[in-house]
């Protein structure tokens, strides 16, 4: 693999850059079109919206606990949730919004893809595209070869590319959950709170010795799931993938050289949200 195709994060970091202000400040100016992404993570919902040049203008993130292992479990608070970031976000822009993609994790359309296909509905939106969450993040990403890994709270989805189209994606359990379930555990402190002492970036350094066993299991799913396939590269995402230092083990782990953009905890809705359209998929 030649140097000119290793993912370079200038454009992403810019993207992810321009979405936090936004959910700060939302850009009232009118657009012709919006586009919406609903992510419902694990241990976020996150919803992202741009105009009609692709360009984030408003968005709305709480942490909730609707999702695990990447399966809606509490629909009534998940659809409750989105309908009112839809609601709030409305009144900002001054503006329905008609259209959200979604996204679910890899391979798990079976399982799951319905559920999220109705809390989206139920909010009120015309679904237009479903995508498996790591997928969606190379919407932004644009990996053209390598391993898109998004570590979210209670799973880690792989998505491997070739030429910029995907050949291989998995999912399976293992992640932040797992890591604030360790911290608990280690510090004698309650879940919520281990939870909200691993999000925060001055913990991190503390931390990452203790989580180390749990990044290295992260690391054993992608190495089992890479085996065998032309993986040059591997870029990391979502939320757990903020902890500090993340990157290193898990290229030393697996050999292959392993990045992430700097803030990889909205990497993931913002892709989903480049992939809405206005033709209703269901």
Known sequence: MSDDSKVTFDFCDQFVSDFEQVCK??????????????DLGTACVVVAVLDENKRP?????????????GMV????????IVRDMKSQIEEELDTELLYAAAAIPPGTDTLDGGAVKNVVQGAGFELTNLQDESTAANNLLNLQNGAVVDIGGGTTGISIFENGEVVYIADEPTGGTHFSLVISGAYQMEFGKADEYKRDPAHHRELLPVLKPVVEKVASIINYHIKGRDVNQIVLVGGTSCLTGIEDIVEKQTGIPTFKPKNPMFVTPLGIALSCGDEILY
């Open 25 to 38: 400040h939302p850009i009232r100016e009118k657009s012709s079109k919006y586009y919406v992404g609903v």
């Open 73 to 80: 479990v509490d629909y009534i608070g998940a659809v409750r």
């Open 57 to 69: 203008v408003a968005g709305r993130y709480l942490y909730a606990d609707v999702v695990r292992d």
